[in-house]
């Protein structure tokens, strides 16, 4: 176990620099969620190649092809970082979880499900932050604590937006300011988490 009283460590989705795609809003979004499970699904399995799967992933995130391939080979390079901080975090018994949009929740998960090789439910969620709680505001944070059942000096919340680890830090939460990932590692090591 940590040295520390930490249990999770939450980071902000886009402090990870990996921009991520919204799943299209109204009707369609449950279709779509389906569909990219189903081709996640056929690409893992080996049913479809690769090229089909950026293809169909473009057309049902209304992207350019270029754009979805340059943003899998971002998730691709954020897995092998979130693989290693997952992996070790867990060997000292603590948590990993992101904090995504609603609409970015699906493929999120995918990332998460991809660089843990967790299938059904992960230890390792992504938590949908909710539109009516702003991001900079200590509330967000309190619900958040209140959400996983913690207290919330057992949660390290990791951003790069001032604002929001301010208002994280006022809740009590344990703040690190993302950089890159090599200091993400030596930070989370200088505090025996991994």
């Not at 902000?12 to 969620?33: K, R, S, Y």
Request: aromatic content about 6%; glycine content about 4%.
């Amino acid at each position: 176990m940590a040295s520390s009283s930490i249990k999770v460590v939450i980071v902000n989705w886009t402090a990870l620099n990996t921009p991520l795609p919204l799943v299209p809003q109204g009707e369609q979004d449950a279709d779509a969620i389906a569909a990219i499970r189903q081709l996640t699904q056929e690409v893992t399995d080996g049913t479809i190649r690769s090229d089909y799967y950026v293809a169909e992933l473009a057309k049902i995130l209304g992207r350019k092809t270029e754009n979805v391939t340059s943003l899998l080979l971002g998730i691709s390079k954020t897995n092998e970082d979130v693989r290693y901080i997952i992996k070790n975090l867990s060997r000292h018994g603590v948590t990993f979880s992101l904090v995504v949009h609603d609409r970015q929740r699906i493929l999120a998960e995918e990332m998460l499900r991809q660089a843990t090789g967790i299938h059904g439910h992960s230890e390792a969620p992504a938590r949908a932050s909710k539109g009516a709680l702003s991001q900079d505001s200590p509330v967000f944070y309190a619900v958040m604590a209140i959400t996983l059942s913690m207290q919330p000096e057992e949660i390290l919340y990791v951003d790069s937006v001032e604002a929001n680890l301010a208002a994280a830090s006022a809740t009590g939460l344990h703040t690190l300011c993302f950089e890159d990932y090599p200091k993400l590692r030596q930070a989370l090591y200088r505090m025996n988490l991994i």
